[in-house]
């Protein structure tokens, strides 16, 4: 068995194991390359079933129209169950990043949406595509992991993980954040993708998109983006590494318009995925801060 | 490419974290930007060249005091491999989490800083990785560039720590000079040491062989999830835990120990004709049968261990001590039952490898411990099989994950090798000896089928001699006698086959849900 093997067969048993041993799960769905990835792994666990539990969507309504076409048609094709949720007091409240900063912003519509979508759901585990390669604090997080009543993350408290033994065992009101991709790394991911032909948003691929060039970032033009004095769009060829809100995620410079080719940049590249996410760098030590306090 | 997960264990002090953080960067597992913001961080601290131990130290915590307190995964690749690292700090209050890395590796990396030789904690990680089954270590003699790069120093270390891998059990051994700030050794191998044949230290980990003999060993498939996604379709989901399954195979299912076939072996990519372990597949049987998750999917040809009471060694991972006679839940495979530990048969000094007399297993501590659980489980020495031997100990009320332990034997037996005795019979078997008496010719037939079904050792004998009866009790077996009922015998002549096997169920010859098998050495 190659490593895609390995990793595919590991992430399907964890993946049994959360919808054989919790109550109501749920898979966080975000569209992006990584659930696209998890939701095969799903399908693979439960075939000739459907996926067993709903997908959860936290729409901070920022996110690329070309992700909402995606999102629809894809989970429509694939039969699975997909719900919506969104921070609809925050918005109407007028939250957006140029207004609150970024910070705020993802506090409301990411955070406190997905705590909320969670609650309203009644959850007791929620599946989330997240990597331990991505970042530094994530290098440390369990398979399974431990989110209080509050859903806080407590790093110095999370319980030891053995073999493919979890523990999931939670109180009521508790729930278990669970990331059966921890062990991939970036380009697994996108390998996979290759060998399994999965179905991926069209913003990964490079084309001609109309862009702003905003300090060292590259920002997409989208819904109603405003300029700030003195900018104004070009054309550029370029493709996103990784995909959040519109306002706050960068596109590279690429000219990768295939599996293959990324997976080739992908070798190349020097530079972190993340890198792009503006959110990440807000402050010393940022990932690990949201974390605490209950984000993915 | 294949996949290689070793562990490392170690402190600030003996280079750890720069031996990662060379092997990341050298192999181009580090980015430019995550880079630029280790040297901005070590622009305060050490002068001048980058602190590649900064790439490592994930959390704030660890940052500002300069320790590494839980296990970090790393990944970096190579053409030929893919690496996961569990990364691990190396002090004793560290012990559990040297454990929990260990569990899933396949290689241990043990660090000995060249200038202080053999430590308490070297030997220490050595312990804990054999421990948890790692049967490949690497001995990176770090700091070479400050002992000159000396071949005294290097046979010294070896010599001494070769002794001491054969103490614990002689786990196979590559000993490497090297100096992970400079990168001797590293990944290619150095001028500084001519005297040194072997490979550099990334060579050896890319063509170590791992989990050889895993497909060798008898299948395990534990049930994780029943798919039934409608009226003609009934699979077990799971993923193999040792051995390789084919479609037609003769299989048991435990605990119900019923016979049946394996039908289809079913994946999202197709049927497969066979199975090796670790696929997640989904197996669909011959026969219907009342089965479920927790149960196991076993060869009729080699049975698991069924037993309620064990030994094993246990690191106890939580502050509140393990007490004896409290009700515990048992992790073990996909199977949650309640169990209790009965006694401390003894701790280990893991710096001296002494076993001492304890009351209580505290935190970091690691000792063999006896263990009777509610319902019996279906497993393996830990020493072959690393999934079916191993099982977490939770606390039912605060649900916390207490300990880790590692099955070394059913209880009650002592020696696994030499003579073959009647537990070892029975364990194989599933049943223990007995002799049956039955009204005729047609019961006997039809009980025999129904016992060899469930994997019985039975035969039919029509005018036993006792000697006969005596080798056939030596051997295992179970006797059906017609007619006569020879002393010591089980009367069954007037009860029907089914009730039969009940009555042999509550009667502990042979091993039903709730009846413990292995008590006491057969009749």
């Known amino acids: 068995m190659d490593h895609l093997d390995l990793l595919e067969a590991e992430s399907i048993q964890i993946i049994r194991e959360v919808a054989a041993e919790f109550q109501n799960p749920v898979m966080l769905y975000s569209i992006g390359k990584d659930s696209s990835v998890m939701v095969?792994?799903?399908?693979?666990?439960?075939?000739?079933?459907?996926?067993?539990?709903?997908?959860?969507?936290?729409?901070?309504?920022?996110?690329?129209?070309?992700?909402?076409?995606?999102?629809?048609?894809?989970?429509?094709?694939?039969?699975?169950?997909?719900?919506?949720?969104?921070?609809?007091?925050?918005?109407?409240?007028g939250a957006n990043p140029l207004r609150l900063g970024t910070q705020k912003c993802c506090g409301l519509l990411k955070t406190r949406a997905l705590l909320d979508g969670l609650a309203a759901g009644g959850y007791d585990a929620a599946f989330g595509g997240a990597r331990r390669d991505e970042e530094k604090s994530r290098a440390k997080e369990r398979v399974y992991s431990f989110r209080d009543e509050f859903g806080q993350w407590d790093p110095k408290n999370q319980r030891p993980e053995l073999w493919n033994v979890f523990n999931s065992r939670v109180d009521k009101g508790q729930h278990i954040r669970v990331f059966p991709l921890s062990n991939w790394t970036e380009l697994d991911v996108w390998q996979y993708i290759g060998r399994e032909d999965i179905p991926i948003v069209p913003l990964y691929y490079a084309k001609l998109r109309p862009m702003v060039v905003r300090?060292?970032?590259?920002?997409?033009?989208?819904?109603?983006?405003?300029?700030?004095?003195?900018?104004?769009?070009?054309?550029?060829?370029?493709?996103?590494?990784?995909?959040?809100?519109?306002?706050?995620?960068?596109?590279?410079?690429?000219?990768?318009?295939?599996?293959?080719?990324?997976?080739?940049?992908?070798?190349?590249?020097?530079?972190?995925?993340?890198?792009?996410?503006?959110?990440?760098?807000?402050?010393?030590?940022?990932?690990?801060?949201?974390?605490?306090?209950g984000y993915f | 490419m294949s996949l290689l997960r070793f562990s490392t264990a170690g402190s600030v002090d003996d280079g750890k974290s720069t031996l990662i953080g060379r092997l990341l960067y050298d192999s181009k597992g580090v980015y430019e930007d995550q880079l630029a913001s280790v040297a901005k961080a070590s622009a305060n601290g050490s002068g001048g060249h980058i602190d590649l131990a900064l790439l490592t130290?994930?959390?704030?915590?660890?940052?500002?005091?300069?320790?590494?307190?839980?296990?970090?995964?790393?990944?970096?690749?190579?053409?030929?491999?893919?690496?996961?690292?569990?990364?691990?700090?190396?002090?004793?209050?560290?012990?559990?989490?040297?454990?929990?890395?260990?569990?899933?590796?396949?290689?241990?990396?043990?660090?000995?800083?060249?200038?202080?030789?053999?430590?308490?904690?070297?030997?220490?990680?050595?312990?804990?990785?054999?421990?948890?089954?790692?049967?490949?270590?690497?001995?990176?003699?770090?700091?070479?560039?400050?002992?000159?790069?000396?071949?005294?120093?290097?046979?010294?270390?070896?010599?001494?720590?070769?002794?001491?891998?054969?103490?614990?059990?002689?786990?196979?051994?590559?000993?490497?000079?090297?100096?992970?700030?400079?990168?001797?050794?590293?990944?290619?191998?150095?001028?500084?040491?001519?005297?040194?044949?072997?490979?550099?230290?990334?060579?050896?980990?890319e063509d170590v062989p791992v989990d050889e003999g895993r497909e060798l060993l008898p299948a395990r498939f534990p049930i994780q999830y029943v798919l039934r996604p409608n009226l003609d379709f009934r699979g077990y989901a799971g993923q193999l835990a040792s051995g390789v399954f084919h479609v037609g195979d003769d299989v048991l299912a435990l605990p119900a120990r019923r016979h049946t076939r394996i039908s289809r072996i079913v994946t999202y990519d197709g049927d497969l004709q066979s199975a090796y372990a670790p696929q997640s597949v989904t197996i669909c049987l011959a026969d219907e049968i009342d089965i479920s998750r927790g149960d196991v999917i076993v060869p009729v040809a080699a049975l698991p261990h069924v037993a309620r009471r064990f030994r094993a060694n246990c690191v106890w991972m939580n502050a509140k001590a393990l007490e004896l006679?409290?009700?515990?839940?048992?992790?073990?495979?996909?199977?949650?039952?309640?169990?209790?530990?009965?006694?401390?048969?003894?701790?280990?000094?893991?710096?001296?490898?002494?076993?001492?007399?304890?009351?209580?297993?505290?935190?970091?501590?690691?000792g063999e411990i006896s263990v009777e659980t509610h319902h019996p489980l279906y497993f393996d020495a830990y020493s072959t099989n690393r999934i079916t031997g191993g099982f977490i100990i939770i606390d039912p009320l605060s649900n916390e994950t207490l300990g880790a332990g590692m099955i070394v034997d059913i209880e009650g037996k002592e020696e696994t090798r030499g003579q073959v005795s009647q537990t070892d019979r029975a364990s194989r078997f599933g049943h223990r000896p007995a002799v049956v008496a039955v009204e005729d010719h047609e019961s006997a037939i039809l009980l025999e089928r129904e016992l060899f079904d469930r994997g019985s050792n039975v035969v039919v004998v029509t005018s036993p001699e006792a000697s006969a009866l005596k080798l056939a009790s030596a051997a295992g077996l179970i006797v059906i006698v017609i007619g006569s009922v020879p002393a010591g015998a089980i009367d069954l002549r007037r009860t029907a086959t089914q009730e039969s096997v009940r009555q042999l169920g509550r009667l502990g010859v042979l091993a039903g849900h709730e009846e413990l098998l292995i008590e006491g050495e057969g009749i």
């Open chain 2, 325 to 366: 006679g409290r009700s515990y839940v048992i992790k073990h495979t996909s199977h949650q039952v309640r169990g209790v530990v009965r006694a401390i048969n003894f701790r280990v000094d893991v710096n001296t490898l002494a076993r001492v007399g304890a009351a209580r297993l505290e935190l970091n501590e690691i």
């Open chain 1, 215 to 293: 300090g060292s970032s590259l920002i997409p033009v989208e819904q109603d983006f405003s300029l700030l004095p003195g900018e104004k769009p070009k054309m550029v060829m370029c493709r996103m590494r990784s995909l959040g809100c519109s306002p706050c995620t960068g596109a590279i410079h690429s000219e990768a318009d295939t599996i293959d080719k990324i997976i080739d940049e992908m070798k190349l590249v020097r530079r972190s995925e993340r890198e792009n996410r503006v959110i990440d760098h807000d402050q010393e030590g940022s990932m690990e801060i949201k974390k605490r306090e």
């Open chain 1, 40 to 93: 095969r792994l799903a399908q693979k666990a439960f075939f000739p079933g459907k996926i067993p539990f709903p997908l959860l969507h936290i729409d901070t309504t920022y996110k690329f129209r070309e992700m909402i076409t995606f999102r629809d048609e894809f989970t429509a094709s694939i039969g699975a169950k997909l719900i919506v949720h969104t921070n609809q007091q925050a918005i109407s409240d």
């Open chain 2, 57 to 205: 130290d994930g959390l704030r915590a660890e940052r500002e005091q300069g320790i590494t307190i839980d296990v970090a995964y790393r990944y970096f690749s190579t053409p030929k491999r893919k690496f996961i690292i569990a990364d691990t700090p190396g002090h004793e209050q560290y012990t559990r989490n040297m454990a929990t890395g260990a569990s899933t590796a396949d290689l241990a990396i043990i660090l000995i800083d060249a200038r202080n030789g053999v430590l308490p904690q070297s030997r220490r990680h050595a312990f804990i990785a054999n421990l948890l089954g790692i049967r490949h270590f690497v001995v990176a003699i770090n700091k070479m560039d400050l002992v000159g790069f000396d071949k005294a120093v290097y046979d010294s270390i070896l010599n001494e720590f070769t002794g001491f891998l054969h103490r614990i059990g002689g786990p196979l051994a590559q000993f490497i000079p090297i100096s992970a700030r400079d990168g001797d050794n590293v990944v290619t191998h150095s001028e500084k040491t001519p005297w040194y044949k072997g490979p550099a230290l990334l060579e050896f980990l």
